[in-house]
């Protein structure tokens, strides 16, 4: 709930700052339809589904039309990094939903959310240093630069799924 939260008030903060009271609107709309689901838990799975998705879809045009109408980078970079990891959760939420059971629940959310984590963090890490970097490269150096990013982040993703050397947990279908 908390990254859906950043992922409209982000730039919907940065739109009111700005005076753009349309992209704050159109923000919050779609954050509250994206949280609605969340909190109403009477509602049935398709119309849980339909509001979460008209949810993450308006949250998605506030910030496309937040870069229209330049409301700052830095409000969109904390939004995007917000909206992506309110995605993942949401789908990872709705695919645990449709399991009937799982060995090992905790565990398994917990090393969703720590991943989550830290792939978050290092988007955000790396988009502000983006923003507020400047350095000239060539071509070459860049594409080096840019292999050495993929191959720490493969290196990092391999370590993590060494240290889960337990059995993964088992998932039983509802059908």
Request: proline share 2%; charged share 15%; with cysteine.
């Amino acid at each position: 709930m908390a990254a859906a939260a950043v992922a409209a008030g982000a730039p919907g903060l940065g739109a009111a700052l700005r005076g753009q009271w349309l992209v704050m609107a159109l923000s919050l709309g779609g954050g509250t339809l994206w949280l609605t689901p969340w909190l109403n838990q009477q509602l049935g799975v398709h119309q849980r589904r339909r509001l979460a998705g008209l949810g993450c879809a308006l949250c998605l045009g506030s910030l496309l039309a937040a870069v229209w109408f330049d409301v700052g980078m830095g409000w969109l970079l904390a939004g995007m990094a917000g909206f992506l990891a309110a995605w993942d959760l949401d789908t990872f939420h709705t695919q645990l939903s449709g399991v009937s059971h799982i060995e090992h629940e905790q565990r398994l959310v917990r090393v969703h959310v720590r991943r989550l984590a830290m792939v978050s963090v290092a988007g955000l890490l790396l988009g502000a240093a983006g923003l507020f970097l400047r350095v000239s490269l060539d071509f070459v150096v860049a594409l080096g630069v840019a292999l050495l990013a993929v191959l720490g982040l493969s290196y990092v993703v391999y370590r993590l799924s060494q240290q889960e050397k337990e059995e993964p947990p088992r998932v039983t279908s509802k059908s």
